[in-house]
């Protein structure tokens, strides 16, 4: 474990890591703040160094004269940034080929980084430990595909099982004949048998690919959030999407937009594979995971402590530490509504409830910093849209709902057809409530913990309840109070009663 992540919680610091894969290389800079991972560069050339391995046995001299080029590159940016630990790390393709340990000499001694070759177990433990570092509550089966091989990981109650690799990248696909979808799938097949202990109900889906397959999907369902981090997709859905890839030609592929030239040249490969999966497995539902190897050897060298903590929490303790506010605030705010999101009908359910809860009190001076015109807007925007992981679609729609309402904005939302494509009725009106207690708590206190405790809410016989401690009515329950709490009884269903003496 690199000690150089071995450092207090609180203390930032950043990191660097280089993926050496079949199809391309890149390089991503993070910064860590605490378990919040941040990234802050991402750059990647889609060299193929496996693109001639199944003829040849040997990296493409195309593709790894273009690695060595960008490894250089990236040297460079990381002898300019000078991160406290460097990763670089190389699968599939480097792994397999005769000239592999040539090719990580030939870098060592022009760049002087030092290349890892992940065997492919370790492949698939660390592609698994991305996906549970960035969704822990992930449960059924991780698939990394590379432009060489597929790993396949079991993942239940955050811990990685036994897995497998199978020669099934696009480059382990190729067949000089040209591709031919049917062809192709029987020769998917004929693989994935060694696959049968691996069936599951999701499938956590890693791989550039994937990502791009998602992102197809998006269009074609036009789905309003661009995320493609804990994007669900169904099964049957998806068997519909890679189905109209495989049938596309390559030229009506690349003008595709967004779509480069080369992920044309292996996203139809990448959808039959992912079709195979679907059938061979019994998946239901396909979650894309945007973390894996590179987010897995992070995860792993991460002190114990940070890494166990919540990320979705993490990520919104650093978001609202921004603003400068008390970092006690957050704490006292939550156990000051807590009465009050009891008494609510659960939402997602009961405990979920209570992070997500948490995680909007940690947000509840997002704003604080911004113009106060156009304040609902943008912190509305910066919650749904946050690279924060640990958080489905929903939970993000449900979290800028509430931070919505914690700064006054209307039933109505900003984005409100995205917002009603993610959460419903109930879950809707459960988020306004949440900012509203927020918002009630703090324009009552002034924002200050102090003053917060010398004042208590609950709900009784139909009736929110609003009391101060004594000497404190006076200050705390003025008509200010009376407005934000008006406002929170209407939206729970209730009555506003207002006791000084209380």
Not at 251 to 269: D, I, Y
Request: charged share 25%; glycine share 10%.
């Amino acid at each position: 474990m690199p000690e150089a992540l071995l450092t207090a919680i609180g203390a930032p610091r950043d990191v660097a890591a280089i993926d050496i894969g079949s199809n391309s290389v890149r390089l991503v800079l993070y910064r860590l703040e605490g378990r919040a991972i941040w990234t802050v560069f991402n750059e990647k050339v889609l060299a193929g160094l496996g693109r001639d391995l199944a003829t040849t046995g040997r990296l493409s001299v195309e593709g790894a004269a273009q690695a060595l080029t960008a490894l250089k590159r990236f040297a460079a940016v990381i002898e300019g940034v000078q991160p406290a630990h460097t990763f670089v790390a190389a699968t599939a393709a480097v792994r397999e080929a005769a000239d592999g340990r040539e090719f990580c000499d030939r870098v060592a001694a022009e760049t002087g980084l030092r290349i890892r070759v992940l065997s492919g177990e370790e492949e698939a433990r660390y592609a698994a430990l991305g996906v549970l570092a960035g969704i822990p509550m992930a449960d059924g089966v991780a698939g990394d595909l590379g432009g060489s091989s597929l790993e396949l990981v079991r993942l239940a109650d955050g811990e990685v099982g036994r897995g497998v690799t199978l020669p099934l990248g696009p480059f382990a696909l190729a067949d000089a004949r040209g591709f031919d979808a049917d062809r192709l799938r029987a020769a998917i097949a004929e693989r994935l048998e060694a696959a049968d202990d691996y069936r599951a109900d999701t499938l956590y889906a890693v791989g550039g690919a994937w990502r791009t397959l998602a992102q197809v999907h998006m269009g074609v369902s036009a789905y309003p959030l661009r995320i493609v981090h804990q994007y669900e997709m169904d099964a049957a859905e998806v068997l519909g999407t890679a189905r109209l890839i495989a049938r596309a030609s390559k030229t009506s592929l690349e003008k595709w937009p967004g779509l480069s030239k080369k992920r044309a040249e292996t996203l139809p490969h990448a959808a039959l594979v992912l079709e195979g999966l679907i059938e061979r497995l019994g998946l239901k539902r396909i979650v894309l995971s945007a973390w894996g190897v590179r987010e897995g050897l992070l995860y792993e060298a991460l002190e114990p402590e940070i890494a166990a903590a919540d990320p979705l929490l993490a990520g919104c303790t650093a978001l609202g530490a921004r603003q400068g506010i008390s970092p006690t605030l957050p704490g006292a705010l939550n156990g000051w509504i807590a009465p009050l999101m009891a008494a609510l009908p659960p939402v997602f359910d009961r405990d979920r409830d209570r992070v997500l809860a948490d995680a909007a009190c940690r947000l509840a001076d997002l704003g604080a910093r911004l113009h106060p015109d156009h304040r609902v807007e943008l912190a509305f925007d910066q919650v749904l849209r946050a690279p924060v992981p640990g958080q489905t679609h929903a939970e993000r729609a449900f979290l800028a709902v509430a931070v919505n309402a914690r700064y006054g904005g209307s039933v109505s939302t900003p984005e409100s057809n995205t917002i009603g494509r993610l959460l419903d009725d109930d879950q809707r009106q459960g988020a306004r409530a949440l900012g509203l207690a927020i918002r009630l708590a703090c324009d009552l206190s002034g924002r200050s913990p102090q003053l917060l405790v010398n004042a208590r809410a609950r709900v009784e016989d139909g009736a929110l309840i609003l009391s101060a401690s004594e000497g404190y009515a006076d200050v705390l329950l003025g008509e200010q109070t009376r407005r934000r709490g008006k406002a929170l009884a209407e939206a729970m269903g209730l009555k506003l009663d207002i006791r000084s003496g209380d």
